[in-house]
């Protein structure tokens, strides 16, 4: 089993920065992709940013240039760190990963809880 702990969400103005933390636990996890997703009010949940174990990076095109995702690996944490903040960010993130599970013998995806991020003007 898999826990995902979520930290770093807030309130902040626009063009503000806020960095959301994802730390993975679960005894002898693999982690594949680490992933951030985000659910505005009213809408569906949509893909912000992925990284894979490659390195390969993908972004939404609405937050390219301003976001970055990174992991640390030795402490199974996957970051967000969001820079120039819109409105249109303000919404619930959620984490995202794909862990192998050795009783199944196959990757499962996991969520965590979610974290508020409100951008205001």
């Known amino acids: 089993q898999v826990q995902l702990v979520e930290s770093g969400g807030g309130l902040v103005q626009t063009g503000g920065s806020l960095r959301l933390s994802c730390a993975a636990s679960?005894?002898?996890?693999?982690?594949?992709?680490m992933a951030w997703y985000r659910q505005p009010p009213g809408n569906q949940r949509e893909l912000v940013a992925s990284?894979?174990?490659?390195?390969?990076?993908n972004y939404a095109d609405s937050v390219k240039g301003r976001f970055t995702i990174a992991r640390d690996n030795a402490k199974n944490t996957v970051y967000l760190q969001m820079n120039s903040l819109e409105l249109k960010d303000t919404a619930v993130y959620y984490c995202?990963?794909?862990?192998?599970?050795?009783?199944?013998?196959?990757?499962?995806?996991?969520w965590g809880q979610g974290t508020q991020v409100t951008v205001s003007s």
């Open positions: 995202h990963v794909e862990a192998f599970d050795v009783a199944a013998k196959t990757w499962l995806p996991y």
């Open positions: 679960g005894s002898r996890s693999l982690f594949r992709s």
């Open positions: 990284l894979s174990n490659s390195g390969a990076t």
